[in-house]
């Protein structure tokens, strides 16, 4: 217990601070959505060069699929748990340190055209080229989700990553 914060964690990212900032701006989202998460003891601190978290206690998921309990609880668990992450609307489509007017179809097209650049280094390009024409044809997926309102995506999601009361 320090200066009645009690049990607290301080994350810092000395390598890159925009995950720092990054974490900032979610957690605060998750806040104000009452999402069970580490809660920020300085909700206004810019995170810089550390956040002060609340301490959870519990086990995480792995740890309790290793002690044996029950699999389809904890799925469940964490299937709420993302179910309500991934209903918290944003401002924008796109990275939420960098949010644009984009629609989710062009967010993606670009990354994916990123990620074309580097994959024409690692495969051939009669791979390359029907895994383009692969996502093009499924694009109306990508013109479907744009219509929708930006929504929050749990990019991190992994057993470790999620603790059980």
Avoid: C
């Avoid at 000395?14 to 720092?20: D, G, K």
């Amino acid at each position: 217990d320090h200066n009645g914060f009690g049990k607290f964690i301080a994350k810092s990212f000395v390598h890159n601070p925009e995950s720092l900032e990054r974490e900032w701006i979610i957690l605060n989202h998750l806040q104000k959505k009452r999402v069970k998460a580490p809660q920020l003891l300085i909700p206004n601190h810019k995170p810089e060069p550390f956040l002060l978290l609340g301490y959870i206690s519990g086990i995480s998921a792995s740890e309790a699929l290793q002690e044996g309990h029950d699999i389809n609880n904890i799925f469940n668990r964490i299937g709420k748990t993302t179910g309500i992450i991934n209903s918290i609307e944003l401002a924008a489509f796109g990275d939420i340190l960098n949010p644009s007017d984009i629609s989710w179809k062009e967010y993606q097209m670009e990354r994916l055209n990123g990620s074309l650049l580097v994959a024409e280094s690692l495969v051939g390009k009669g791979l390359l080229d029907k895994i383009q024409d692969l996502v093009m044809s499924i694009s109306y997926i990508l013109d479907y989700e744009s219509k929708g309102k930006p929504i929050l995506v749990h990019h991190d999601i992994y057993l470790d990553n999620f603790l059980l009361e």
